[in-house]
């Protein structure tokens, strides 16, 4: 029997042992779903059905895969889903859930493009009063729909810059785990997503139920911040050259006592206007990035193992400790030695 099997045959030993009213939940497969995000999700609601069960009492969820063109579609991994229906059908769902794509960032517009008719579907749904849930970059969708204008959302933090420079009326928050506005849940990046659906199954069963399912599938139970982590890569996304130009010059002077008088001379402009046009472009301000880079830098030397947190410090521009962990823990969450502990590298003895 197949996993696929297994799994819809304990959804119909769900439904034989208690016919109280559940939740549908429409689990969307498309072409280029990340396969492992539609099993973990599936499996993570199939388990708070069984701990109801074990509880005796009512199934929460009615789970079913729900393609966008065909029923059978198969993933990039020996994982083929066979799906109850298509989009195309009519039916009446709670939930509609759209995990995360499995793609490079320079194929999304044409992922996108190739998915109108389920862009359109979901905003169906939504007005038809589904409750709708994006999980990492399923994010995507939603934002392509429109519903998220105005609205706090996550995503993964890889793709913060992309969908803030997609869709600026949404009011993107890379460091959240989960937001919840209206009938909208977003969840963060990878697995971390996960987050987002122990928040929903304890919305719609128990908080018992969730701290069980968070203790068994290892999963933080209440982690609201994935920016410990985020990897800074420089928010290159836009066509201004000239703060292009800046920051390659940031990027190679960090390290040194740098000021914005000195960086705003570089490209020839007033320091007011180079912090107007560099905060426009890339969303931070020049010593915000300055110490984005700092603390990027730190991690990496981090993750090492080295063990002078002074060392550390002095070798990316820093001269007083105290400033340096305030911003080293604004960013990431951990302090510069818990960091350390938790991601150090085995290697390192």
Known sequence: MTSN?????????????????????????????????????ASLLASANEAAVRKNLSIPFQIEFVGVGLKEISSNLPIEFHCAKTIS??????????????TNPDQITGLLAENKTLISWIN??????????????????????????????????GAIEDLQQRYPRIDFKPEHVVT??????????????????????????????????????????????????????GQRLHDDDEIHKAQSYIEK????????????????????NFIRRFKNATRLNPIEYIQRLKVEAAKKALE??????????????????RTFRTIFKRVTGLTPVDYRNRFKSNSVD
């Open 5 to 41: 099997s297994v799994f819809c045959a304990r959804i119909y030993v769900f439904l034989k042992h208690n016919t109280a009213i559940m939740k549908h939940i429409s689990l969307i497969v498309y072409e280029n779903v990340l396969s492992t995000a539609v099993s973990n999700t």
């Open 89 to 102: 059908e009519e039916f009446e769902t709670d939930v509609v859930i759209l995990p995360p794509m499995n």
């Open 253 to 272: 002077k960090f390290k040194t006592d740098l000021s914005v008088d000195q960086i705003a001379s570089q490209v020839n402009m007033s320091k007011r």
């Open 124 to 157: 169906e749904k939504y007005h038809e009063k589904a409750e709708i849930i994006s999980l990492c970059t399923g994010a995507y969708f939603l934002a392509e729909c429109g519903l998220l204008d105005g609205m706090p959302a996550t995503s993964h933090w």
């Open 180 to 233: 919840h506005s209206k009938a909208i849940i977003t969840g963060g990046g990878g697995f971390s997503s996960l987050n987002a659906m122990l928040y929903f199954i304890e919305k719609n069963s128990t908080k018992e139920i969730s701290i069980e399912l968070s203790k068994y599938y290892g999963l933080d139970y209440g982690r609201t911040s994935q920016k410990l982590f985020t990897v800074f890569s």
């Open 304 to 321: 090492t193992g080295a063990a002078n947190i002074a060392d550390v410090t002095y070798s990316i521009g820093y001269n007083d400790l």
